[in-house]
Antibody, heavy 120, light 107 residues
Framework: QLQLQESGPGLVKPSETLSLTCTVS??????????WGWIRQPPGKGLEWIGS???????YYNPSLKSRVTISVDTSKNQFSLKLSSVTAADTAVYYC????????????WGQGTLVTVSS | AIRMTQSPSSFSASTGDRVTITCRAS??????LAWYQQKPGKAPKLLIY???TLQSGVPSRFSGSGSGTDFTLTISCLQSEDFATYYC?????????FGPGTKVDIK
């Protein structure tokens, strides 16, 4: 059974960089059939797609965040990562990692999510 | 970006009710639409993709329909475990976008 697990600091200071890692188990991140993505959800609000990455390193980013986002993949560790720079309180959210089909980009497996709070 | 809207934003229903949630895209997205269920404190769960294809393991009381700009999610006989928030998502073009959600609570 595929599992995804987010990890990283739960508290980040304003203007600093948020860094999260998603560890994939029960399957290979190097499969040609899937992309791997990040989605966030501010408390009490809806879902926002941040970006996605293929095992080869190809990326797609949400234009609303593109200038601040970097997603990378480490196939040797079966992990992919998110960096979001210059964070503000508006970046406080539960961050989810998830798997997308490469052909159709819906999310079929999700991590449990991790709350990241931006505060001094 | 394609804007997704949902109606209603919330409503109350009773166990056994037939409920329908509507999702509308700001432009045609063919059948590139997915539906998710989210319960408090949990990750979203995929229910339906390609507008009408039921994800493996999802009860058959859930169904989806529509194409182009207008879509519906129907729960034929609401069960206690179905009280949750439901989101639609388009994957016709980047950026991937979600609807604002429809919360179904107990009447």
């Amino acid at each position: 059974q595929l599992q995804l697990q987010e990890s990283g600091p739960g508290l980040v200071k304003p203007s600093e960089t948020l860094s999260l890692t998603c560890t994939v188990s029960g399957g290979s991140i190097s499969s040609s059939s899937y992309y791997w993505g990040w989605i966030r959800q501010p408390p009490g609000k809806g879902l926002e797609w941040i970006g996605s990455i293929y095992y080869s390193g190809s990326t797609y980013y949400n234009p609303s965040l593109k200038s601040r986002v970097t997603i990378s993949v480490d196939t040797s560790k079966n992990q992919f990562s998110l960096k979001l720079s210059s964070v503000t309180a508006a970046d406080t959210a539960v961050y989810y990692c998830a798997r997308l089909l490469a052909v159709d980009e819906f999310f079929d497996y999700w991590g449990q999510g991790t709350l990241v709070t931006v505060s001094s | 970006a394609i804007r997704m809207t949902q109606s209603p934003s919330s409503f109350s229903a009773s166990t056994g009710d037939r409920v329908t949630i509507t999702c509308r895209a700001s432009q045609g997205i063919s059948s590139y639409l997915a539906w998710y269920q989210q319960k408090p404190g949990k990750a979203p769960k995929l229910l339906i993709y390609a507008a009408s294809t039921l994800q493996s393991g999802v009860p058959s009381r859930f169904s989806g329909s529509g194409s182009g700009t207008d879509f519906t999610l129907t729960i034929s006989c609401l069960q206690s475990e179905d009280f949750a928030t439901y989101y639609c998502q388009q994957y016709y073009s980047y950026p991937i976008t979600f609807g604002p959600g429809t919360k179904v609570d107990i009447k």
